[in-house]
């Protein structure tokens, strides 16, 4: 079975200084990995996705991740975070299906001016 | 375009009783995909309706859930009697078609907070 782990209920961060919220997976195949965030009072917006090709995939709002098939892992990462970064960070990856996604269980970052 | 609508946004009821959570999808996405997150637990999947089918039902936690989507368009999540452990935050997403869904296409909405007390 897909699954995902966010190993970190909550990541602090000074404004400023580098961001990365952990992601680990467990698939069978190929994995299809994806970031979204959810700001609050908002849905979940979609950051950025592997599916295939370079490691290091750039998104929205300056975030990469980075795919690391040996250790399993795609965290994800900024260089400098902003306050307005402070929100719930969600993990996925492909379910047993096109249509459905297995999400981790969420990191709220908090980043303080 | 608008997005995924959901509404109420919040809903407070007693346990037994009934709630109806409403999806209303981009229009022309024929994917619909209802999920929850419980508990501060990790969003999880309900069912995935294809315009009015019913594609994957497999993530419903049991008969007091009842999803519809009449005529493709909309949906409903009815919860009836609700219990304690409803409780949670359930999201609706759409998507245009399955490669949409392959490359990250959902959209998702902002969710109903359902609290049962």
């Known amino acids: 079975a897909q699954s995902v782990a966010q190993p970190e209920d909550q990541v602090n961060v000074a404004e400023g200084n580098p961001l990365t919220v952990k992601c680990t997976y467990s698939?069978?195949?190929?994995?299809?990995l994806f970031w979204y965030v959810q700001y609050p009072n908002r849905g979940l917006q979609f950051l950025l996705k592997?599916?295939?090709?370079?490691?290091l995939v750039k998104g929205s709002y300056g975030f990469e991740a980075e795919f690391n098939k040996s250790q399993t892992s795609f965290h994800l990462k900024k260089p400098s975070a902003l306050v307005s970064d402070s929100a719930l960070y969600f993990c996925?990856?492909?379910?047993?299906?096109?249509?459905?996604?297995?999400f981790g269980a969420g990191t709220q970052v908090v980043v303080t001016p | 375009e608008a997005g995924v609508t959901q509404f109420p946004s919040h809903s407070v009821i007693e346990k037994g009783q009934t709630v109806t959570l409403r999806c209303d999808p981009i229009?022309?996405?024929?994917?619909l995909y209802w999920y929850r997150r419980v508990m501060g637990k990790e969003i999880k999947f309900l069912l995935h309706?294809?315009?009015?089918?019913?594609?994957?039902e497999s993530g419903m936690p049991n008969n007091r859930f009842l999803a519809e989507r009449t005529g493709g368009t909309y949906s409903t999540l009815k919860v009836q009697p609700a219990e304690l452990e409803d409780s949670g935050v359930y999201f609706c997403?759409?998507?245009?078609?399955?490669?949409?869904?392959?490359?990250?296409?959902?959209?998702f909405g902002s969710g109903t907070r359902l609290t049962v007390v």
């Open positions: 996925a990856v492909r379910g047993d299906s096109w249509g459905k996604l297995q």
């Open positions: 698939v069978s195949g190929n994995p299809y």
């Open positions: 592997y599916i295939t090709g370079d490691n």
């Open positions: 229009s022309g996405h024929d994917n």
């Open positions: 309706f294809v315009k009015e089918s019913k594609q994957d």
């Open positions: 997403a759409s998507s245009q078609d399955v490669n949409s869904d392959r490359l990250g296409g959902y959209t």
